[in-house]
């Protein structure tokens, strides 16, 4: 079992950048596939980027595609999630997590979550 904790949000104004991590403990992170995902008021969570378990593949969606970059540190066992050119239409709570088998950008395919990191972005 990994446990997940998230941090580096905030306020931000738009065209800003934030850097948000995801530090794992229990397990280390090669042993899954990791996700970033975020859910804003009143939406369903949505997929934002993933890594597969064995680093060498990176997926987005395509509302951050060439604006946010997921990491992985190995040595620490954390990732990264890089976001730069900010919109407002970005804030949400920033969730990490983590999965052993299924599809990268189906959440229900995580088992293991982190407990959520808030970024909210200013007009």
């Known amino acids: 079992q990994v446990q997940l904790v998230e941090s580096g949000g905030g306020l931000v104004q738009a065209g800003g950048s934030l850097r948000l991590s995801c530090a794992a403990s229990g397990r280390t992170i090669t042993s899954y596939a990791m996700g970033w995902f975020r859910q804003a008021p009143g939406k369903e969570r949505e997929f934002v980027a993933a890594k597969s378990r064995s680093g060498s593949s990176t997926y987005y969606a395509d509302s951050v595609k060439d604006r946010f970059t997921i990491s992985r540190d190995t040595a620490k066992n954390t990732v990264d999630l890089q976001m730069n050119s900010l919109k407002p239409e970005d804030t949400a709570t920033y969730y990490c997590?983590?999965?052993?088998?299924?599809?990268?950008?189906?959440?229900?395919?995580?088992?293991?979550w982190g407990q959520g990191t808030q970024v909210t972005v200013s007009s």
């Open positions: 997590a983590a999965q052993a088998y299924g599809r990268l950008w189906n959440d229900e395919s995580y088992d293991y």
